[in-house]
């Protein structure tokens, strides 16, 4: 049976979808002897694959691995990075960084911290940032000043960013001090830098921005630059067409599931 070839690429934790699209563009895949094209279909049990002129063997496909890491400030949120930065891979032993294709769903800004998703699936990864997945994620937000109930509407209903309307989002105060005022929100979409872009727009610029939960799935007792693998009911929540009651189950962390690193 043919798939595409980056669907191909991306069950064998080659890379995500994406990413093994730009591979394919790159011209860093061959199929049968010939520079692979975007769109083109191949049997992965018949036809031979090379991706930079390494025989792609589907019985070398690696265990599927699911993690939850709580990214400290200063860490990219790639697999390598240009200008030689921390990247998320960092944060996991030599064992999980090599020949694993272990990637983040997403992303999290280099100033911003909490909860990020590592896999080699990516077909969940394609699944979990396509737009037509409106998974829940939660952020704690420290903005400068306090934001009057008007601006906490509008960010509520949606706002305008690039012409275009961002979704409702639930927003809610947690604290107050002086000059700062933490709130809760809520997103279902995740443009580039989107929750900073609106602060701004409204008058509150961001301060700090820290992701507790991503759906049901929650940091709690996950220190700074700890991981730990997802339980099977995790993996199973993310794979399942995403339902609104999801939002409001809660997950304990076994004290023996996290592995402790701290930067």
């Known amino acids: 049976m043919t798939e595409k070839l980056q669907k191909i690429l991306s069950q064998r934790g080659i890379a995500s979808r994406r990413g093994a699209e730009a591979m394919i563009l790159a011209g860093r895949v061959m199929l049968n002897g010939s520079v692979a ?5 191949a049997d992965p049990w018949r036809d031979e694959i090379r991706v930079d002129g390494a025989l792609l063997r589907s019985e070398d496909s ?10 400290p400030a200063g860490f990219v ?7 030689k930065r921390k990247t998320v891979l960092d944060l996991l032993p030599v064992s999980l960084q090599e020949g694993q294709g272990i990637h983040p769903v997403g992303r999290l800004d280099t100033d911003s911290t909490g909860a990020l998703l590592l896999t080699n699936d990516g077909e969940l990864t394609f699944q979990l940032t396509h737009p037509r997945h409106e998974i829940a994620k939660t952020y704690e937000v420290w903005v400068m000043g306090h934001p009057s109930a008007s601006e906490l509407q509008a960010w509520r209903q949606g706002v305008m960013l690039d012409g275009r309307r961002t979704l409702p989002a639930q927003v809610r105060v947690l604290c107050q001090s002086d000059d700062q005022t933490c709130l809760e929100i809520m997103l279902k979409e995740g443009r580039n830098r989107q929750i900073r872009r609106v602060a701004e727009q409204l008058g509150h610029p961001v301060k700090r921005l820290h992701r507790v939960a ?4 929650r940091l709690e007792r996950l220190r700074r630059g700890q ?6 009911d995790e ?10 009651r999801c939002q409001k189950l809660t997950l ?7 592995k ?4």
């Open 37 to 41: 094209f975007l769109g083109q279909r």
């Open 62 to 71: 690696p265990q599927r691995v699911y993690l939850l890491v709580h990214k």
């Open 77 to 83: 949120s790639t697999c390598r990075d240009p200008q």
């Open 214 to 217: 991503i759906g049901s799935i």
């Open 227 to 232: 991981y730990r693998f997802l339980t099977p």
């Open 235 to 244: 993996i199973a929540q993310l794979k399942m067409p995403w339902e609104p």
């Open 252 to 258: 304990t962390l076994p004290a023996q599931a996290t």
């Open 260 to 263: 402790e690193r701290d930067l």
